[in-house]
């Protein structure tokens, strides 16, 4: 992955022209709504990846990148809208610029021409997850379970592994299918071998025996062993060219015939008829109820709707319903969609059964309409002919239905009436044939001998090929079956460990960002086939989904948690750059610095770009040190797009204002921040406020309680050096305290309860140098609150957070003040 | 051993569950060394391997031995 260094928009969605220098480093984009943020987080998601999800994600009909991603002016003009970022690519340590153009989304410019780094911006076309919206978060906490399972998928890009999953299926079914084919083939050879040599059950010793009979009428030495290279023929004289092939040899023919007849006569074996009737009484249940077969059509459906019902509403229709019944209503269907499905099982197994009867009597019924053919006088072929058909019709019926299930009826009359029995015209016409072929002149009891040798070495041959078939199927088979069950073994295996981890790590991150009130938080995600279960812990209570009874604010703030965790594992070390755009804006003020915290060091090798409409909130992320860069939008105009400000900065756009003698302006803004700060500090130092029931609090209310405890915290920590006899420690604390009393003499803060007329209420009423002065007062003393270190400057706070206070600290640790004195 | 780079926009995820089905079927002596070298290259290429591509893989080895 990349870290980008500049950004250059030209005409794209609400934007002209503009540069942006980020320098590798993490930024901050502010502006209230409208003001031209998100066209900046669209640029960025073109140029890498050639889209903008927010022209064509859900509910995008009529919206293209290619007619609204040029700014409406240049709708006309693709070409004008372009977007160039340049970037570093830390694993390589090489730089790329990336060019991307609204006129052909699907081309990308990058410069060098380097195949290394043309596979970085190739991976982040397949990454377009790098850039989350506040809105895209909900989908991964109250989604339901099977969509989770879909977007957690898509993320950790599993669904290549669902596709390898279903390829190797479908390798595996194949080969079953070509194994059951091959054993079926094998069994009809070894039928046909049988019946030349009229044996029931093929058994090695009885086919030497019988091929010895025959050899032995034709004075031929005996076989004393079969093997696949044996000859039933060997010794036998070969036949005049004339006679090279008999049309009809009468003993096998007979062999065959009889082999029929017999079946036939036989009536229909048992096993047949269960199967059959099974398969028929599914069937028929399947055809008159068509409910069941319907909700066998529409287990999934069910199963996902059942997952979409989140209030009093049919998820579809949005027909009323009270949530309980309606869940209760399709779990019914689906117990009985779940029955449906066992019991097609059942059938499918039936009809294999009737399937490999039916394919020996059409084999058996060929070979009679074939000797048929061979007769000089030919037997009526009409009946044979209409009883093959019969067969093969019930044979393509009940293949059908195992294709398309709702193909019942066919299927249904292939089994409701036996087929093993031909209508007594058909029967008649075996019978005909069978007497015709009967008939036909004895031949030599040699020359019977030497047809049944050569018709049983032509079967043998054939059964050892298709033994040989059937046992390469088998075992093809068998190796399909173990790489399927070591893929899906594998794939469950690493999956399980992912989401254990991820749940880790997602706990972990949610605990950091609300350790307050939910320390001992856990998560626990589920995997079942085509689901992901997500359950949160709520203080103790037991694991529930997460919009159960956490807030919505908790449950963004799970739904960042999780992005951040599913990332980290996605890509690894790879995720070195993610835009959030307005993500943070659900995180209330108290877990601000907790945030902050977590993404600087759970996070500290990606770039993340931050966009928010609260400047506050901009400012604040400086203060803790998340972002070092900034631009500020407001103003934002169709002709101009926005009007920035470099590197926003409160104490500039303060003196902005005053340098314009705006002292009203300046000081409503010196008077908005510190109304924020001093929020901030009351909770880092834990100062006392008066409680107040709207939660409104003003300046007066927070600064002068804040500056109170500020001072008396400082006064704990030069009395706990010296209790503990560290000299060097209570004179620094002893000198900070002298310096923050004089600073909080200077802001007049502390006399605003007792003299009106230097109240902040009165700061409009300033002249200009004298507001600079109060300026310059607040700068510093903020100044004094914070860590000394450059490259923390984070603001000090109180820890624990209830009970005893024992220290005040800074982020980095070097500030770290010990407020006990003593056990 | 097959060429471990020739993977780009495989996920560490799917890396993961490759190497883990490789070593799987490695140690199954009802699978040929051949096979698996071949289904292993074939997995690592990136795209979603088709089922003939696994058939030919497993079961249909180029003449003249390995590609």
Known sequence: ????????????????????????????????????????????????????????????????????????????????????????????????????????????????????????????????????????????????????????????????????????????????????????????????????????????????????????????????????????????????????????????????????????????????????????????????????????????????????????????????????????????????????????????????????????????????????????????????????????????????????????????????????????????????????????????????????????????????????????????????????????????????????????????????????????????????????SFDVDFYGRGLFPPGAYHSEGHQDGMGFCLYLALMKHTLSDKFTFAVLDDVLMSVDAGHRRDVCRLLKSEFPKTQFILTTHDRVWLQYMKTEGLIVRSQSFGGWTVDAGPRVWDDYDIWTEIQGELDNDDVAKAAWLLRRYLEYTATIFADNLRAHVEFRGDGHYDLGDLLPQVLKEWRKRLEDGEKSAAHWKRDDEKEDIASKRTKAKELIAKTNAEQWAINPSVHFNEWANLQRQEFQEVVGAFKELLENLRCENESCKSYLYVLPRKGKAEEMRCNCGITNINLKAGA | MANKDNHVGLSPTVLHVVEQFVAAMRADDGIQGDAIRRLEKLLRKGAVAKPDEINAALFDPPPGGET
């Open chain 1, 1 to 532: 992955m990349i870290r980008v260094k500049t950004i250059h928009i030209e005409e794209f969605r609400g934007i002209r022209d503009l540069d942006l220098d980020l320098d590798t480093k993490n930024f901050g984009i502010c502006g209230p709504n409208g003001t031209g943020k998100s066209g900046v987080v669209d640029a960025i998601e073109f140029c890498l990846t050639g889209d903008v999800t927010r022209l064509s994600g859900q509910g995008t009909t009529g919206l293209s990148v290619k007619t609204h991603a040029p700014h409406v002016d240049q709708h006309e003009h693709p070409e004008k809208a372009n977007v160039t970022i340049t970037a570093d690519i830390p694993s390589m340590h090489k730089a790329v610029k990336i060019h991307r153009s609204v006129k052909n989304p699907r081309k990308v410019n990058i410069t060098p021409v380097d195949a290394d780094v043309k596979g970085v911006v190739e991976e982040l076309q397949t990454h377009p997850e790098f850039a989350l919206s506040r809105r895209e978060i909900v989908k991964y906490i109250i989604t339901p379970p099977g969509k989770r399972s879909e977007d957690v998928q898509t993320l950790l890009r599993l669904e290549h592994l669902e596709k390898l999953r279903k390829s190797f299926t479908t390798l595996n079914n194949k080969r079953k299918g070509e194994a059951d084919e091959a054993e079926r083939n094998r069994r009809q050879a070894e039928t046909d071998l049988g019946n030349a040599l009229k044996i029931e059950k093929l058994d090695r010793a009885l086919v030497l025996e019988k091929v010895n009979e025959k050899r032995e009428i034709l004075s031929l030495k005996s076989l004393t062993e079969l093997t696949k290279d044996t000859s039933f023929k060997a010794g036998v004289a070969a036949p005049k060219a004339a006679e090279d092939k008999p049309a009809l040899r009468k003993a096998v023919a007979l062999a065959d015939l009889s082999a029929l007849q017999s079946a036939i006569n036989g009536g229909e074996p048992a096993v047949l008829v269960e199967n059959r009737q099974a398969a028929k009484s599914v069937l028929e249940k399947l055809r008159d109820d068509e409910q069941a077969l319907t909700l066998a059509r529409r287990h999934g459906f069910i199963k996902t709707g059942l997952e979409l019902i989140t209030e009093d509403a049919c998820p579809l229709c949005d027909k009323p319903w009270k949530v309980d019944e309606l869940r209760e209503h399709l779990r019914r269907k689906l117990l009985g969609a779940e029955k449906i499905e066992q019991l097609l099982q059942q059938l499918r197994a039936n009809i294999n059964a009737v399937l490999q009867s039916l394919s020996e009597r059409i084999h058996a019924v060929e070979q009679a309409i074939q000797y048929s053919q061979s007769l000089k006088l030919p037997v009526q072929q009409t009946q044979p002919a209409a009883y093959l058909k019969q067969l093969k019709d019930a044979e393509t019926a009940l293949n059908d239905f195992l294709k398309d299930h709702s193909r019942i009826e066919p299927a249904a009359q292939a089994v409701v009436r036996s087929w093993w029995s031909p209508k007594a015209d058909q029967q008649a016409r075996i019978d005909e044939l069978h007497a015709a072929v009967k008939a036909l002149p004895d031949t030599s009891a040699e020359d019977e001998a030497r047809d049944i040798l050569s018709v049983a070495q032509d079967r043998y041959e054939k059964l050892l090929r298709e033994t040989k078939t059937a046992r390469e199927q088998k075992s093809r088979r068998a190796v399909a079956q173990k790489v399927l069950d070591h893929y899906n073994n594998s794939c469950t295996g690493v999956l399980e460990g992912i989401y254990d981890q991820v749940a880790k790590d997602f706990s972990r991150f949610y605990c950091v960002i609300n350790r307050e009130d939910e320390e001992k938080f856990v998560g626990k995600l589920t995997s079942a086939p085509a689901k992901l």
